[in-house]
Nanobody
Framework: QVQLVESGGGLVQAGGSLRLSCAAS????????MGWFRQAPGKEREFVSG????????AYGDSVKGRFTISRDNAKNTVYLQMNSLKPEDTAVYFC???????????????WGQGTQVTVSS
């Protein structure tokens, strides 16, 4: 079992930065692929980024490539999402997820956090 708690969301102006954190409980955190998804009102949940358990492989959604960076610290059971050059279209609830494979499909992830709101003003 893995429990996930996101933090770091908030209100920021366009062009600004935020860093999201996802703290995981459970001794098997390092075995899981960690992912970030987001969901804006009226839209489907969208893959943002994912990172392999070793941190050696990472994936990004097309809309965030070059602006967002995912990282993890297995010693702290935490995964991070550094978000730079934020745009109003990045506004969404951001979710942390854990699963066995680095996939963009949210159905592949077994554990989810409650989400943290990110709002980018123009």
């Amino acid at each position: 079992q893995v429990q996930l708690v996101e933090s770091g969301g908030g209100l920021v102006q366009a062009g600004g930065s935020l860093r999201l954190s996802c703290a995981a409980s459970g001794r098997t955190f390092s075995r899981y692929v960690m992912g970030w998804f987001r969901q804006a009102p009226g839209k489907e949940r969208e893959f943002v980024s994912g990172i392999l358990w070793s941190g050696g492989a990472r994936a990004y959604g097309d809309s965030v490539k070059g602006r967002f960076t995912i990282s993890r610290d297995n010693a702290k059971n935490t995964v991070y999402l550094q978000m730079n050059s934020l745009k109003p279209e990045d506004t969404a609830v951001y979710f942390c997820a854990a699963g066995p494979r680095l996939m963009t499909d949210d159905q592949e992830y077994d554990y989810w956090g409650q989400g943290t709101q990110v709002t980018v003003s123009s």
